[in-house]
């Protein structure tokens, strides 16, 4: 599908059809050039490439915008998202098209259709649901989708050229180029322009001078001389489009792993009505799942508007699950969750439910005592606060093999993490070595200490003054050298390190160290760290460092106040 | 209060639900019996089971220990003594845990950036397993009273701490009688911890103040294990006032009465410390 005039659409559906000619421009090379047009300032004859001034001195009245690639990307994305109705085979042609595989999709309907008349219906009709019940939209033959997908996006309000084709580059090639109707696909590509290929200008210009004009010219010619002359780019393109080479469209998503929907004759205008759905779509996974022995630990629900437009809404689990009323009890927190609610405008006319993935789980032998079942309360309790909270908010402890202090524990989601192994547990009769609260990154703080290498004696942080009673240590903790070898191979200046012996070469290590990303806070995770447990006149416990060794490694070694004892 | 509520059939229900809880090794003859006593629909008695502080005096005063399945009141004296309290919350969480009860530790992100992230180590270092708790960091008081009523109404969970700093105006007696009631008929041990905070009428069981005390120094004048300057300012149904000094051990899992250190008390620090010193 080729949509010739998108940002001119995108922007009648913003403003309103009634606008003056409408040009959308853009700085290119020193000068403000139209880059696309409205199907008004089309029929005054204006074309993209014209400078504004000239586009302008043919038609005053001419309106000019900025072109904004991103917005027409977005709006594109937004028609892909509506497309995954047909198909779920789905793929972004750039800038301005959008390619469909509907290999066996016609079929599909037929089948889904067939398969969703099942006397379970029975029962959704006498709670008066019977509207919902599938109405068997099928599509014939492929002409027949082709027409539905017409007239829905241009119900939307797109200006699109469609075609079908036996491969995504014919189809594309067929939709922007084609000038007649031909007899079949063989014919009409062969008539296109060599403008069709989506080559370089120049080598389109090589083409049509050589007499090449269509890719019939092309078609029949041997491969190798064409190679020779054109570059093998030429031959690749001629022969994906030719059907020769077995291309295939890479889909803006992941197939899910089961995917279950359901059609309405009438649109469903009622989000409760609609979570109906998503709890009946949920029980059919169910089963599914039970048959495969399997659970789903995300399920994504989509609602596609009559209008074109789709909502998502996804949830997770803990653990895998298939019990029907855990996603729908997640999907109806998050829908009550969702800063902007749901509108169902005219109506949803198809909802769909898809689990991305499914995991083994088998079936469970409850424990007597009820072990399990206190295990799976807490996962449901995890889940639902993740789900209305979202999901970085409820975060559980990983531990991670490194002795830097802020770096030993990772907060991850919980829902990632749903069975943590024990940590160890620290040696007997010590008292607490680590601090309780971590600041990260540490906090800076004014020390006096009798020599420079010497515990300290008093310390201001926060505008108070704390006199220091006891203090155990230094404990040194060091950089982690190894880490910076690795990332220093790349880009080795080893002369440079060679030639300045000393702090200087320590100072190197130190710039190139800040550059790296997971580098420790402050991005000087070279020097060593000495710390002190220590403890004020009034009982408070800090964890001070000292960063950098005196004299070897700094003048004037900073302190910090890195934790916090109970 | 108690008799009223022991008729609802729901309280029945939870209060086996908490013996259970109660079983320390996880013992599958005791479950067993308190499942069949649940099916028999028999109550056991609407007393709170107490976890015992380790201190005698404090324990009596308590009338036997920290009670289970209530909302206790813990307010740090300064903002400086906010790490203490949060320490002897999770000490007090870790006494009535039983030991693979999960806790849950929710804060605000104002809390994260002005007293420091919750440390796994340093939790290790007290006793509480980090693998068993599960963090709620939320942008405001409101969202995190909502989520601690879902937290303190869920029985699986062994004990949630809400770390409430400043004044907040969704905190009030209703906020707290709601928790004070979940906390009851699920049998979740819910610690309500306060810095920078003034105390205001509340439906908590306990209300405590907590200071960082001076520890007894080990070898070569090292900082020793916790210690703290506590003090009950009230208790429901029973006198409060009180003062003590506590000492965390962590291996026993339990408090013990910290020594007096006799060097380095300032007489200008004026704070509980000095008065406990007086008393």
């Known amino acids: ?475 040194r903790i060091a950089g982690e050298w190894w880490r910076v070898r690795v990332n220093r191979l790349p880009d080795p200046p080893p002369s440079v390190l060679r030639e300045k012996p000393g702090r200087d070469a320590m100072a190197c290590d130190e710039a190139e160290a800040s550059d790296r990303t997971d580098a420790p806070p402050k991005g000087k995770p070279l020097l060593t760290r000495d710390y002190f447990r220590v403890e004020d006149v009034r009982g408070r416990r800090f964890w001070l460092f000292r960063h950098g060794l005196y004299e070897h490694e700094t003048g004037s070694p900073d302190w910090y106040v890195h934790g916090l004892f109970a | 209060m108690q008799d009223r509520l022991d008729s609802h059939p729901a309280k029945a229900r939870s209060r086996t639900y908490q013996e259970h809880r109660t079983v320390e090794s996880v013992d599958a003859l005791c479950a067993l019996r308190n499942r069949i006593a649940r099916i028999e629909g028999l109550r056991p008695q609407d007393a709170p089971i107490h976890a015992p502080l380790g201190v005698d005096s404090l324990d009596h005063a308590l009338g036997g220990g920290l009670a289970r399945g209530r909302l206790h009141e813990l307010f740090a004296a300064e903002v400086a003594d906010g790490p203490g309290a949060s320490g002897f919350a999770a000490m007090l969480a870790r006494l009535a845990l039983s030991p693979t009860a999960p806790l849950l530790w929710l804060r605000q992100e104002e809390a994260e950036r002005g007293g420091g992230g919750l440390s796994a180590s340093g939790l290790a270092q007290i006793g509480i397993d980090p693998a068993r708790l599960v963090l709620l960091v939320l942008p405001d008081p409101v969202m995190l009273l909502r989520a601690a009523a879902d937290v303190v109404r869920c029985s699986s969970v062994g004990a949630a701490v809400i770390e409430l700093w400043k004044q907040p105006r969704a905190l009030d007696l209703t906020a707290s009688r709601r928790l004070a009631v979940a906390a009851e008929e699920s049998g979740v041990t819910t610690l309500m911890l306060r810095v920078d905070a003034q105390a205001s009428p509340s439906a908590a069981h306990t209300r405590w103040q907590i200071a960082a005390a001076p520890s007894a120094a080990l070898e070569a004048d090292a900082p020793g294990h916790p210690a703290f300057a506590i003090e009950l300012l009230r208790q429901r149904g029973r006198p409060g006032g009180g003062r003590w000094r506590l000492e965390w051990d962590r291996e026993r899992a339990r408090f013990g009465e910290a020594a007096l250190p006799g060097l380095v008390v300032p007489a200008a620090a004026g704070g509980p410390e000095a008065a406990t010193l007086r008393a």
């Open chain 1, 1 to 475: 599908m080729w949509f010739p005039l998108l940002p001119a659409d995108r922007r009648r559906r913003r403003f309103g059809p009634d606008a003056p000619p409408t040009a959308f421009v853009e700085k290119q090379r020193g000068a403000i050039r139209v880059v696309a047009l409205d199907r008004q300032a089309l029929r005054l004859g204006l074309a993209p490439g014209l400078t504004l001034a000239d586009a302008r001195a043919r038609v005053p009245e001419l309106a000019a915008v900025d072109h904004d690639p991103h917005a027409d990307r977005l709006w594109l994305e937004r028609i892909a998202d509506g497309c995954d109705r047909w198909t779920p085979m789905v793929a972004l042609d750039p800038s301005d098209g959008v390619t469909l595989d509907i290999t066996g999709c016609v079929e599909g309907f037929l089948v889904h259709a067939k398969k969703s008349v099942r006397p379970e219906r029975v029962e959704e009709e006498r709670q008066g649901f019977d509207r919902l019940s599938p109405n068997g939209e099928m599509f014939g033959s492929e002409t027949a989708l082709a027409a539905d997908i017409e007239q829905r996006l241009s119900t939307a309000g797109l200006t699109l050229r469609l075609a079908l084709a036996g491969t995504p580059e014919a189809a594309q090639a067929l939709a922007r180029f084609q000038s007649l109707p031909a007899v079949d696909e063989g014919q009409a590509i062969r008539r296109l322009p060599v403008a069709a290929l989506g080559q370089e200008d120049e080598a389109e210009t090589a083409l049509r001078r050589a007499g090449l004009k269509t890719i019939g010219d092309l078609a029949d010619r041997p491969p190798a001389p064409l190679a020779a002359r054109f570059g093998e780019g030429l031959v690749d393109a001629l022969d994906r489009l030719l059907g020769r080479t077995d291309s295939r469209i890479s889909p803006r998503r992941a197939l899910p792993a089961l995917l279950l929907e359901r059609r309405f004759a009438e649109p469903v205008a009622r989000t409760d009505d609609a979570l109906a759905v998503l709890d009946d779509l949920a029980h059919e996974a169910a089963i599914a799942l039970e048959e495969r022995h399997g659970g789903g630990r995300c399920f994504v629900g989509r609602l596609y508007r009559s209008d074109g437009a789709v909502r998502e809404v996804s949830i997770e689990t803990g653990l895998p699950t298939r019990d029907p009323a855990i996603p729908v009890r997640l999907f109806r927190e998050r829908i009550d969750a969702l800063a902007d609610p749901i509108d169902p405008g005219f109506g949803f006319d198809m909802i769909r439910l898809a689990v991305p993935a499914i995991e083994p789980l088998a079936a469970t032998q409850l424990k007597l005592e009820g072990g399990r079942v206190a295990e799976e309360a807490m996962a449901a309790l995890v889940d639902r606060l993740s789900t209305r909270l979202g999901r970085n908010r409820v975060r559980r402890f990983a531990p991670q093999g490194t002795h830097i202090p802020e770096q030993q524990a990772l907060a991850l989601p919980a829902v990632d993490l749903p069975d943590p192994a024990p940590w160890p547990l620290p040696p007997a009769g010590e008292p607490p070595l680590r601090p309780l609260h971590l600041f990260d990154p540490p906090q800076r703080i004014e020390v006096t200490a009798e020599v420079p290498d010497g515990p300290p004696r008093r310390f201001r942080w926060r505008r108070t003054v704390h006199e220091i009673a006891r203090f155990e240590g230094p404990e």
